[in-house]
């Protein structure tokens, strides 16, 4: 792996930092943390994680959980409780491993993410005190409580940065809905600042991109034809990019001068669900165009390791405008607003299918081997 000469970080860590983007790890588990794994990537730069229940879902079922597992059945607990205290116990440990992070940055990065039940997605007040129990539990102030961009996440944002902790605000597909984050992040914090607290959380907007292409190339490909194909793999980027605006006039804003003024961090838009579904894109189609100040980047072990090696001056092909390109997919009766509204449904339904494995994947784990045969 080719490295930069000076910081000792991969040529691609060093673009990207050198760019105002941060790189986080979309994983976590005993994988990383028993094996030093995570060690190691922060080393190379990364600063921070994201975890969700799906990530949860597929690491429990490693025999390095067995011991864990044993122990506190043992405790009386079930598998709907176990799952939730090595979930606690792995974020725990990784929050320590990005303490230093967090301290060298004052409190601007070295974060990692634990997800509300996804159940609470359209639930305000169960939301606010299921992040609240999280909260307390961790008690480490590198922690994010991650929430679901829902119309009732929004809501749930804002009194829980308006508590004092912090959020990452997750399933974002339209600039729309960012749009109402932003906005509900900076009403908190003019409360909080009104109210003299002396500390403002930080707090994250996540913005899912592959998923934006994967629900709307099989449409163009059906459609077929010179108006349609040249559309595919355009949408995730020009949405995020027309949310990245968003973000920048803000924080050309006298609003915003006055928030920074007293202490605020920026609510950097984190890109995720960077890695592609398609195998005919470039496993670095939603890394190098969005290499933007005040984001962050979090990817799978396999996007981060393609973005590693990034080398040499980025190329990045023009895009259009959201608005420019909605106009050309709704000629062919595609409605971006409507496929963002499916897909936060569906991102929903597949966290809570995932918590649902995750608590079976407990109760394999505890169920006893099958006797041999004869």
Do not use: C
Request: glycine residues 8%.
């Amino acid at each position: 792996m080719a490295m930069m000469e000076g910081d000792g970080l991969p040529d691609g860590i060093t673009q990207l930092r050198a760019a105002g983007q941060l790189v986080w790890l979309d994983d976590l588990g005993r994988h990383l943390l028993d094996t030093g794994g995570l060690a190691r990537h922060i080393r190379k730069g990364v600063t921070g994680v994201t975890s969700n229940p799906a990530i949860f879902a597929e690491a429990i079922r490693s025999s390095a959980y067995d011991e864990t597992i044993r122990r506190l059945s043992g405790e009386g607990l079930p598998p709907a409780a176990i799952a939730e205290r090595v979930v606690l116990e792995d974020v725990g440990r990784a929050a320590d491993l990005l303490r230093a992070v967090h301290d060298e940055t004052a409190g601007a990065d070295g974060f990692v993410s634990i997800e509300v039940a996804p159940a609470l997605a359209h639930d305000v007040d169960g939301t606010v005190a299921e992040a609240h129990r999280l909260w307390d539990a961790l008690a480490r102030p590198n922690v994010m409580i991650k929430v679901p961009g829902t119309e009732a996440g929004v809501e749930a944002l804002r009194r829980l940065i308006g508590d004092g902790i912090n959020v990452n605000v997750t399933l974002l597909f339209s600039p729309r809905r960012y749009a109402a984050v932003l906005e509900a992040h900076a009403a908190a914090l003019d409360e909080r600042i009104a109210g003299g607290a002396t500390s403002l959380p930080a707090s994250v907007a996540s913005f899912f991109l592959s998923r934006i292409d994967a629900a709307i190339d099989p449409v163009l490909d059906a459609r077929g034809g010179p108006w349609a194909l040249p559309l595919r793999g355009l949408a995730a980027i020009a949405s995020a990019r027309a949310a990245y605006e968003t973000l920048t006039d803000f924080l050309a804003s006298d609003r915003w001068r006055v928030l920074a003024a007293h202490g605020a961090s920026v609510q950097r838009l984190l890109w995720a669900s960077t890695s592609t579904k398609n195998p005919a894109y470039a496993p670095t189609k939603y890394v190098e165009p969005l290499a933007l100040p005040n984001t962050i980047n979090t990817m799978s072990r396999q996007t981060l390791a393609a973005a590693l090696a990034i080398g040499g001056p980025r190329v990045v092909e023009e895009f259009p405008t959201l608005e420019a390109l909605s106009g050309k997919l709704a000629e062919l009766d595609i409605d971006t607003a409507d496929v963002a509204r499916r897909l936060e449904a569906e991102g929903i339904a597949k966290f809570i299918a995932a918590q649902e494995a995750l608590e079976a994947a407990v109760a394999a784990r505890l169920a006893p081997a099958p006797a041999p045969p004869g």
